[in-house]
């Protein structure tokens, strides 16, 4: 009787991914992490940066559901509580799954592989969903996803009060310079 194919946690990889990002771990770490042999691991990507790659993706899609969620639940809303429904959402992924958050808004980006553009494709998927959702410029939704990033990984202790204030700042129209277009914004610092 054949054994099931084995499953590959994204979980469980993200955390092997978070600290160092892709070039931080080894394969056999990385299957070690997903409690996988390191054939298995390769039986579901071509190589580990696919497997990088997909881990990602999952790990987008599970925030994107959260984002989902609090855009739905707040259609009704202010465009300012809006705003902070989300920021709180990303602040609760960050406290449920803190290995995905540090995954995402920190050691994702790199430039130094063939999947740089797939990660940085699948993380802009994060800010075009809150774009949508808010019906704001993408630099502010970048700006929005950066500050509740920075929240979230300095582990801040009051989400609510924390989402509100981004909230609050989002409906006073964040005066951001006019130059600033659509071009990516690498970090948000929150002082």
Not at 134 to 156: P, T
Not at 168 to 191: H, K, M, Q
Request: aromatic content about 4%; overall charge positive; proline content about 4%.
């Amino acid at each position: 009787m054949p054994r099931p194919r084995a499953r590959l946690d994204h979980a469980a990889i993200a955390v092997a991914f978070a600290t160092d990002g892709l070039h931080g771990v080894s394969a056999a770490q990385v299957a070690a992490r997903a409690g996988v042999a390191k054939p298995t691991l390769y039986a579901h990507g071509r190589s580990k940066e696919q497997v990088f790659v997909a881990c990602v993706e999952a790990e987008v899609e599970r925030l994107l559901d959260r984002l989902y969620a609090a855009e739905q639940g707040t259609r009704d809303l202010t465009a300012g509580r809006r705003a902070g429904a989300l920021v709180l959402a990303i602040l609760e992924h960050a406290d449920r799954w803190p290995h995905s958050a540090r995954l995402l808004h920190l050691t994702a980006r790199h430039a130094t592989s063939t999947v740089a553009g797939e990660v940085d494709a699948a993380l802009a998927r994060i800010p075009a969903r809150v774009r949508r959702a808010l019906g704001c410029e993408a630099a502010l939704a970048v700006a929005l996803c950066g500050a509740a990033g920075a929240l979230a990984l300095a582990g801040v202790a009051d989400r609510h009060a924390a989402a509100e204030l981004v909230g609050e700042a989002f409906r006073r129209d964040a005066a951001l310079p006019p130059d600033l277009g659509d071009r990516p914004v690498a970090t948000v610092s929150i002082y």
